[in-house]
């Protein structure tokens, strides 16, 4: 479709959890902001708001408390008290208490319907937002001084000064825009399930090591657990196609004992894991952020996490900076912008593509000798409360600059906070 564009500083391409969050949080700034998803948020097929459970971490919830979205999250919020981490069939294990490090939790566990019902309520409130929902971004073109975007036909163009890649791990806009991604496959599928037990949740998350990949169960707030099984394809298809009685059988047999039987089981839904890792997340007029610049293997619960955190020092670079508001126009597209943001997230977005990374391929790593250096790893891991103490503060990142909003303070126009 043609017609003059609407003209806007940011459009967001990507309504899931990372990209409506940033709409959120530039609510605060005068800038003129369009927020583009293609799925109608209340859709049963939301991809970034369907059954999964995530589990976010301090420096999340610090976030979110800044927008004063947390409120609404808190009562559908599992707090993780204690961690439990073991290699299955080896005595390898350690045990985290949130206590112990003089934290209430380690982390908050929530549904995604629950995270995306509160945004898309704040988002339907947002009164200075261009909100195409459903509208699917169909082309990108990218000029020196803005980039022009189609949403589905019948619809104005929008002209931005800046396009932000919320759009997840295929990322089209990213394409368009010519940033290479590198993509490995880890031969692993994640199977998710809600699961009933005798014993109702009590604030502990299990992690276990298995050969075929990493095995979560995850407490809720409704006394149920989130199950994230990782299994090998064919394995994951096996699991899939059982009744329900055969797979709480399965799961019985794979996590023992801990939480009593296992007596019910809702909907299973499976995710195919990449390591996706785009080789820059700054382009001509485009940022990449959350999935869009980093797919991570769920292994260690960082993905969004990280990724918001993308969103809030993206947000605190457009609205906060001196740079910002010393550009008489602006531009908030310019190089030192965009620059600015890539300089900033590059240690923690690093740091966790390593860590989860590793993690995946130490567990996965079965060479004779690997497993016991990896228990002679955990126990001493077990004892250590330094290792712990840094384990604990990954909520908040893996080092580099920590986003304003993550330390809990509001974004306001024309404050300066760069490190
Ligand atoms: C099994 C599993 C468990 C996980 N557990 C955790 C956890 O415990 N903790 C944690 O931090 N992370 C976890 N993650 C990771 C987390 O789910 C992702 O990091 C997060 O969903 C990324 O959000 P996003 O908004 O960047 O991308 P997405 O969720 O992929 O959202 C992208 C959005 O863009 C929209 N879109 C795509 N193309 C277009 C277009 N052309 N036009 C308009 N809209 C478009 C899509 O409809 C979608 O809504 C887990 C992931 C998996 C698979």
Same mark, same amino acid.
């Given at each position: 479709?043609?017609?003059?564009?609407?003209?806007?500083?940011?459009?967001?391409?990507?309504?899931?959890?990372?990209?409506?969050?940033?709409?959120?949080?530039?609510?605060?700034?005068?800038?003129?902001?369009?927020?583009?998803?293609?799925?109608?948020?209340?859709?049963?097929?939301?991809?970034?708001?369907?059954?999964?459970?995530?589990?976010?971490?301090?420096?999340?919830?610090?976030?979110?408390?800044?927008?004063?979205?947390?409120?609404?999250?808190?009562?559908?919020?599992?707090?993780?008290?204690?961690?439990?981490?073991?290699?299955?069939?080896?005595?390898?294990?350690?045990?985290?208490?949130?206590?112990?490090?003089?934290?209430?939790?380690?982390?908050?566990?929530?549904?995604?319907?629950?995270?995306? &019902? %509160? !945004?898309?309520?704040?988002? /339907?409130?947002?009164?200075?937002?261009?909100?195409?929902? #459903?509208?699917?971004?169909? +082309? =990108?073109?990218?000029?020196?001084?803005?980039?022009?975007?189609?949403?589905?036909?019948?619809?104005?163009?929008?002209?931005?000064?800046?396009?932000?890649?919320?759009?997840?791990?295929?990322?089209?806009?990213?394409?368009?825009?010519?940033?290479?991604?590198?993509?490995?496959?880890?031969?692993?599928?994640?199977?998710?399930?809600?699961?009933?037990?005798?014993?109702?949740?009590?604030?502990?998350?299990?992690?276990?090591?298995?050969?075929?990949?990493?095995? &979560? %169960? !995850?407490?809720?707030?409704? /006394?149920?657990?989130?199950?994230?099984?990782?299994?090998? #394809?064919?394995?994951?298809? +096996? =699991?899939?196609?059982?009744?329900?009685?055969?797979?709480?059988?399965?799961?019985?047999?794979?996590?023992?004992?801990?939480?009593?039987?296992?007596?019910?089981?809702?909907?299973?839904?499976?995710?195919?894991?990449?390591?996706?890792?785009?080789?820059?997340?700054?382009?001509?007029?485009?940022?990449?952020?959350?999935?869009?610049?980093?797919?991570?293997?769920?292994?260690?619960?960082?993905?969004?996490?990280?990724?918001?955190?993308?969103?809030?020092?993206? &947000?605190?670079?457009?609205?906060?900076?001196?740079?910002?508001?010393?550009?008489?126009?602006?531009?908030?597209?310019?190089?030192?912008?965009?620059?600015?943001?890539?300089?900033?997230?590059?240690?923690?977005?690093?740091?966790?593509?390593?860590?989860?990374?590793?993690?995946?391929?130490?567990?996965?790593?079965?060479?004779?000798?690997?497993?016991?250096?990896?228990?002679?790893?955990?126990?001493?891991?077990?004892?250590?409360?330094?290792?712990?103490?840094?384990?604990?503060?990954?909520?908040?990142?893996?080092?580099?600059?920590?986003?304003?909003?993550?330390?809990?303070?509001?974004?306001?126009?024309?404050?300066?906070?760069?490190?």
């Amino acid at each position: 479709m043609s017609g003059e564009p609407l003209r806007v500083d940011v459009a967001i391409v990507g309504g899931g959890l990372v990209g409506a969050s940033l709409a959120i949080a530039l609510q605060v700034s005068n800038l003129r902001v369009a927020l583009v998803e293609s799925v109608a948020p209340d859709a049963a097929a939301q991809p970034s708001f369907d059954d999964r459970t995530t589990a976010l971490g301090n420096g999340t919830r610090k976030i979110f408390e800044a927008l004063d979205l947390w409120r609404e999250l808190a009562p559908t919020a599992a707090p993780i008290k204690h961690i439990h981490v073991s290699d299955a069939g080896r005595y390898g294990f350690a045990r985290l208490a949130a206590d112990e490090h003089d934290l209430d939790a380690f982390g908050y566990v929530l549904t995604n319907r629950s995270i995306g &019902a %509160v !945004l898309r309520r704040r988002l /339907g409130a947002s009164t200075n937002l261009e909100l195409r929902m #459903p509208a699917r971004c169909t +082309r =990108v073109e990218i000029f020196d001084d803005h980039a022009r975007l189609e949403t589905d036909p019948g619809a104005r163009p929008l002209a931005a000064k800046l396009v932000v890649a919320a759009d997840g791990a295929q990322s089209q806009v990213r394409l368009a825009a010519g940033l290479p991604a590198e993509v490995e496959d880890y031969a692993q599928v994640a199977v998710v399930a809600h699961v009933a037990a005798a014993r109702p949740a009590d604030g502990t998350a299990y992690e276990r090591f298995t050969p075929q990949g990493p095995f &979560a %169960v !995850l407490p809720l707030a409704d /006394g149920h657990y989130g199950v994230v099984w990782t299994l090998a #394809p064919e394995a994951a298809s +096996r =699991v899939l196609a059982m009744s329900d009685a055969d797979y709480l059988q399965a799961l019985q047999a794979e996590f023992g004992w801990r939480v009593g039987r296992f007596l019910r089981v809702g909907q299973r839904s499976s995710y195919p894991l990449k390591l996706t890792r785009a080789q820059d997340v700054v382009g001509r007029r485009v940022v990449l952020i959350g999935n869009a610049a980093q797919g991570l293997h769920p292994v260690a619960g960082q993905g969004f996490n990280l990724g918001l955190r993308d969103a809030a020092t993206l &947000a605190e670079v457009l609205v906060s900076t001196s740079i910002a508001t010393a550009l008489g126009d602006r531009d908030v597209g310019a190089p030192q912008l965009l620059e600015e943001f890539r300089a900033r997230r590059s240690e923690d977005r690093a740091g966790m593509l390593r860590f989860t990374d590793g993690l995946v391929k130490l567990f996965g790593d079965r060479r004779p000798g690997i497993p016991l250096a990896r228990d002679l790893g955990l126990l001493l891991f077990d004892l250590s409360p330094t290792a712990k103490q840094a384990m604990s503060r990954l909520s908040y990142g893996f080092g580099g600059s920590v986003p304003r909003l993550a330390r809990g303070a509001a974004l306001t126009a024309g404050q300066s906070d760069s490190p």
